[in-house]
């Protein structure tokens, strides 16, 4: 498993109006350059990802104890079971790793808290856009029609943990001026942050299987075995009958 991204170089970016506090220090983001795919995977998780924990394992108990019950109970349960996962998720991962990808598959990726809302993703970009561009609207989405629109009160009263993009997730940009959003339009960035930008880390290799490969069984030498004449052989209680 991959281990979790680590800081990248920081820049100070001007602070915009949020209803959460400041940071008291400057962010710190990574710049990837463009790739040549068209598709590139979210940030890799954690290294204990997949390993479940003792919250885990009671949580999957309280799950199959949800199903037994009775059918009029049963949506009761089943939302008290959601609401214990999703509480479960929020305590494992306090934050959330966000990759912001542009048409021109240039990619800014920042490590928010998960109580975080919608909108300090918006800042953040934002915030990294060149002056001509920053007042031009834009959206954050992901494939193929889930918008996270600021102004959608089912979006931005959420978490990043309940918008289930924690642990880490990419959102594509749009912009609504269609003049920026070109796969040959560059990335419209600052310069002190296109200055940070590199080269995407490659995706892990996966594994080699160890295991030897299934013995073939050994062709036998016996000239007796395989057919020569190419005719039929004639059962034995045959050969018997025509004497």
């Known amino acids: 498993m991959s281990e979790q991204p680590t800081a990248g170089p920081s820049v100070t970016l001007p602070s915009e109006s ?59 349960q089943f939302r008290a ?17 966000i990759r912001i990808r542009f048409t021109d598959r240039t990619q800014l990726e920042k490590v928010f808290p998960s109580k975080s809302k919608i909108k300090s993703v918006y ?33 931005r009263d959420l978490s990043l943990a309940d918008l289930q993009l924690a642990p880490s997730s990419v959102l594509l940009l749009r912009f609504e001026d269609e003049k920026l959003n070109g796969s040959n339009v560059p990335a419209p960035l600052v310069d002190s942050v296109l200055a940070l930008a590199e080269d995407l880390p490659a995706p892990p290799a996966p594994q080699e299987s160890t295991s030897s490969p299934q013995s073939q069984p050994a062709k036998s030498n016996n000239p007796s075995s395989n057919s020569t004449s190419g005719e039929k052989k004639i059962p034995k209680w045959l050969k018997l009958g025509k004497k």
């Open 123 to 155: 800042a953040f970009v934002r915030n990294s856009l060149r002056e001509d561009v920053k007042p031009i609207k834009f959206i954050l989405y992901q494939p193929p029609k889930r918008d996270l629109k600021v102004s959608d009160t089912k979006v």
């Open 18 to 76: 949020s209803d959460e506090p400041a940071p008291s220090q400057p962010e710190v983001f990574k710049v990837y350059k463009p790739t040549n795919t068209a598709f590139s995977p979210p940030p890799p998780p954690p290294d204990d990802f997949f390993t479940p924990t003792a919250a885990d394992l009671k949580l999957a108990q309280n799950q199959l104890a949800a199903r037994t019950q009775a059918l009029t109970n049963a949506p009761l």
């Open 81 to 97: 079971t959601r609401e214990a996962a999703e509480n479960v998720k929020k305590e494992r991962w306090p934050d959330t790793t």
